[in-house]
């Protein structure tokens, strides 16, 4: 076991501050990571403050994580020591059903073991995440980084950056596909992205009159003001696909009116309470919802290498982990453009 430092949320109700937890020591088949960068999503808040229920404290979030591995296990091929890794949303499944099988983990019948706030599959030991300065990993959910890109813009691709490349690539996105993508946030600007490197032609659309230039610095070819009802008429019946990234309450049947006969919503945003779907506005163009989560290990890698290769990372800013309190402030009020990223030097000082 090797002492290692953390910030950690003690109860929902506290912030986050110093905490110093025990990493196991590497086995057969692991591999030891000293984490660089750790990005820091949405979900952390939600999971810190316990709103989705069954959070687990003391908790230590991060599941964005890139650093370079210190040791490895004796059975590990893939890795050695010097190299750069990285974690993402989960580091264990049950490995043998259907869909772990299948390389789509994030599916696993008998639940993935999030990175944190979850519990290891042999011991039921709590997991815990990347604000922290290692981890200990399995090398079978561990990823390949590659040196040719920022690594503090590398980390949220891990979650962000699959988030959205996984449904893009799964209804088969590209040249001649009109796409709209729905919120310009931490996953909305990965959407926007992902879906002009693929070929498509992406519109923004937003609330905010003032993200229309990031937008088009983005690649987004069009911006369209959602609060304008002149720009929502011109807009119906116009997209194949809308990826929507929102997570605040808001109403489906106005986006769904924005689709074309056999158009889907991809929905990877949580808003917090049920959204309404008229049947109407799904049966009268053969419409659908379909709904993404995250990717599996062989999917994320591979995103993580066209990545590399097209020099597609997030837009960061990277925060000591002494500031993580003010940065989920600043979350919630919109104010980052568009992740924030753990330095964990900060934790080594």
């Known amino acids: 076991m090797a002492a290692t430092n953390a910030y950690a949320a003690m109860d929902p109700k506290s912030p986050l501050g110093p905490f110093t937890l025990e990493r196991r020591t590497p086995g057969p088949n692991d591999v030891q990571i000293e984490i660089l960068y750790c990005g820091v999503c949405h979900s952390d808040i939600h999971q810190v403050r316990d709103e989705w229920g069954g959070s687990i404290f003391p908790m230590v979030p991060g599941h964005e994580i890139v650093g370079r591995v210190t040791a490895v296990g004796a059975q590990v091929t893939q890795f050695k020591p010097g190299d750069l890794a990285g974690v993402g949303c989960f580091v264990d499944s049950c490995r043998t059903c259907p869909n772990c099988q299948a390389g789509i983990e994030q ?129 119906r019946n116009h997209f194949d696909f809308i990826l929507n990234t929102v997570s605040a309450p808001h109403d489906y049947s106005t986006y769904l009116n924005l689709l074309r006969t056999n158009g889907t919503m991809i929905v990877v945003g949580v808003p917090p309470s049920p959204s309404a779907v008229p049947a109407f506005d799904l049966i009268m163009q053969r419409r659908s919802i379909i709904g993404s989560l995250i990717g599996g290990i062989r999917e994320t890698q591979e995103m993580l290498d066209y990545c590399a290769e097209h020099n597609i990372v997030s837009e960061v800013e990277v925060i000591p982990v002494q500031q993580i309190n003010e940065a989920y402030e600043r979350m919630i009020k919109g104010d980052v453009r568009y992740r924030f990223v753990i330095d964990t030097a900060s934790l080594r000082s």
């Open 107 to 235: 599916y696993c019948d008998e639940g993935m073991v999030g990175t944190y706030n979850g519990r290891e599959r042999h011991t039921q030991a709590p997991t815990y995440g990347g604000y922290s300065t290692q981890i200990v990993v399995d090398e079978k959910y561990t990823l390949r980084v590659s040196d040719k890109l920022p690594l503090a813009g590398v980390a949220p691709l891990l979650c962000a950056g699959i988030t959205t490349y996984s449904p893009l690539r799964h209804v088969g996105v590209g040249k001649g596909h009109k796409v709209g993508v729905l919120g310009l946030g931490g996953l909305g600007h990965m959407a926007v992205k992902f879906a002009a490197s693929f070929g498509a032609e992406v519109t923004m659309l937003s609330s905010s009159p003032s993200k229309e230039a990031d937008a088009r610095k983005l690649g987004a070819h069009h911006f369209a003001l959602t609060s304008d009802p002149a720009t929502m008429k011109q807009l």
